[in-house]
DNA sequence: CGCTTAACATTGAGCGTTCAACTAAGCGGG
DNA sequence: CCCGCTTAGTTGAACGCTCAATGTTAAGCG
């Protein structure tokens, strides 16, 4: 293990404005989201993608995947809004460890309910604030990260990320 | 109130990138920390702004605006790094309702200990796999960001932040 | 000076997330 | 067929964060 490689000054400052910008802007997200539909921006990307996808229903495990969650957080996550009546869950018929998660009408409209501030709230802070270009931008550089994280070396290394080997 | 101006495809991939790319980024950056070092990523910051300061302490408020916490987080977060020994609360001599954090000399050996960790998961997840054009372009990103949402007349909005008036 | 209002910081309850342990079911080779 | 391994999903405890309420001291102002 070599020594450390710090930041360069150019290379800190925008690690750090990148970092406080997002916490900033997700603590600002979520404080609307739960003030004015009383979810959590988490439970927000768990409507979205079950709205958008067929038949209104996901496997546990591909939403999992889909919100870039843990499938306990999933679970846990799914229980209240069941308890809710924002959605159901129904065995799998092809595979009976299976569950499936099937998006209410109650569900749909308090999802119909919630975008339209909170779509306002990601321009405000965030779209509007930002030239085309840099809204290109903002998305190669997020593509770039994903695909990083989401490589078969990396998921391997999930539970155990130190110091790794430079592929 | 008008009709919603729903994101265009372009922003949509934008801002779903940089979620995604945010959400897999700061989970990595918590699991690595709390397995290694066994703190969260708001602690190390914490450490990180108390070892950069004068007399290596800080007011609480300036402490809390510094890592862009709640008063209330802050608090919680000092108490139990109190317990561990990190670091002290002392009370401010210039104004009796103040407390000054201050970091031992445990506490900065723990943040010693866990910064090459944390940095080498930094670039390896961030900084390494962007391009300096796409550093500088991600630090001028998140500055309009911060900007945006420091500004007075957001803070105001901080605790009622609805579909707002564009100034 | 005395009163009201604002700022500093903490507290406890409630909620969401994490981690590790666990059940149940599919899968593959002898 | 059955044994071991993997995958799907859930569960409970521990922990951190949020929100609202509280105590305390400083500031503003007539």
Known sequence: MGKTRWLSASEQ????????????????????????????HAYYEILVRLSEAD???????????????????????????EERGWLERVECPTDKRGQIAVLTGVGFAALEAAAPGHVAAVRR????????????????I????VAGLESPECRAVRAADTVAPVA
Not at 74 to 81: K, N, Q
Not at 125 to 140: A, G, K, N, Y
């Open 13 to 40: 400052r925008a690690w750090r404005a990148y970092l406080e910008a997002t916490t900033l802007l997700f603590d600002a997200l979520d404080r609307q989201l739960q003030r004015d539909s009383a979810m959590p």
């Open 125 to 140: 802070h965030l779209i509007d604030r930002l030239t085309p270009e840099q809204v290109t931008q903002l998305e190669q």
């Open 142 to 145: 997020g593509s770039v990260v």
């Open 55 to 81: 038949g209104r229903s996901m496997r546990m495990s591909e939403l999992a995947d889909a919100t870039r969650s843990s499938r306990s957080r999933l679970s846990h996550a799914v229980a209240r809004l």
